[in-house]
């Protein structure tokens, strides 16, 4: 090598600040100080003899012979997630980290009351659940296991249906009591709509408002489905929900949720459990991945209630 020899596990530093794009982010996945993943870099460009990134002011960026070299490493890494999937077998337990990457709504209010349950079942299983309004990307390894709304349609992701679930329109009581029943959709345009804010929509299946009432304008909008919902139980207004989630607020008191025109307003969405072809057969993937399908299963009654 021009600089001298080649250490392997260098890639491993590389493939961070590829996946990252910035130092600290790589460092905080790595669980190493961010001056540890500088210096790996620096050797491993040294040993090489090639510049493998541009440093910029928001980041790092590949230079053409670190696109060469991301091809090369992330084979790498398939081969020894391979083995390693093929070597430590269930029999020696479930162990690591995995991380779950799904939707505010689902993340909060299904599936981390009952996350646990993983926990009670693989002690030495660590889980990492970020329970966030945005895409998760496998490839970069920002988690281990996706959950989403629409089934990819192009990549090394293996997808199976989790579920369809409910959705309607809601108000809490207080609201009704102060600006009257809704009896139409026609009456909707009288009413302050709750919904997502236009261009931080992350999927196509959540653009719900134009399927309510036409020419509906959306007058108090968040990114967050649990920020909906709060603001709904307050009072601000009405708001398509999830079933599951408004189900859990549907008591006597002003901020309980009252299902709104719903012979006529329903929506139904599927959740799809993504993982990548390279990663899936680890066993801590794996067992979790099982975890979540079976829990969806358990739970259809809440997901799609009759």
Do not use: N
């Amino acid at each position: 090598m021009p600089g001298g020899d080649f250490e392997w596990s260098d890639l491993t530093f590389f493939l961070a600040v590829a996946r990252a794009g910035r130092l600290t982010v790589a460092a905080a996945r790595l669980k190493v100080e961010h001056s540890t993943v500088s210096r790996r870099i620096a050797a491993l460009e040294a040993a090489l003899g090639a510049k493998l990134f541009d440093r910029r002011p928001h980041g790092y960026a590949l230079t053409a012979a670190g696109d060469r070299l991301l091809a090369a490493a992330e084979g790498m890494e398939t081969l020894a997630l391979s083995a390693q999937g093929e070597i430590a077998g269930s029999d020696l337990g479930v162990s690591g980290t995995v991380r779950i990457g799904a939707p505010d709504g689902f993340g909060t209010f299904f599936l981390a009351p009952r996350i646990g349950a993983l926990s009670d079942l693989h002690p030495e299983l660590d889980i990492q659940l970020l329970a966030m309004p945005r895409l998760f990307s496998l490839s970069k390894r920002e988690a281990d296991i996706a959950i989403s709304l629409s089934r990819p349609k192009e990549g090394r992701l293996h997808a199976r249906k989790l579920t369809d679930y409910r959705l309607g329109l809601y108000a809490a009581r207080a609201y009704l009591e102060k600006h009257g029943a809704i009896e139409s959709r026609a009456a909707l345009q009288r009413h302050r709509f709750i919904g997502y804010v236009d261009d931080l929509i992350y999927a196509p299946e959540l653009d719900y408002v134009p399927l309510v009432a036409k020419d509906l304008r959306v007058r108090l909008k968040s990114s967050s489905l649990v920020a909906q919902m709060t603001a709904t139980r307050a009072g601000a207004g009405v708001c398509v929900l999830p079933r599951f989630m408004a189900d859990l607020f549907a008591g006597e008191g002003s901020e309980g949720l009252v299902p709104i025109l719903p012979t006529e307003v329903g929506l139904t969405r599927t959740f799809w459990l993504l993982t990548h072809t390279d990663t899936r057969d680890l066993a801590r993937i794996r067992v979790a991945a099982d975890f979540i399908a079976e829990a969806a299963q358990k739970g259809r009654g809440v997901l799609m209630p009759g």
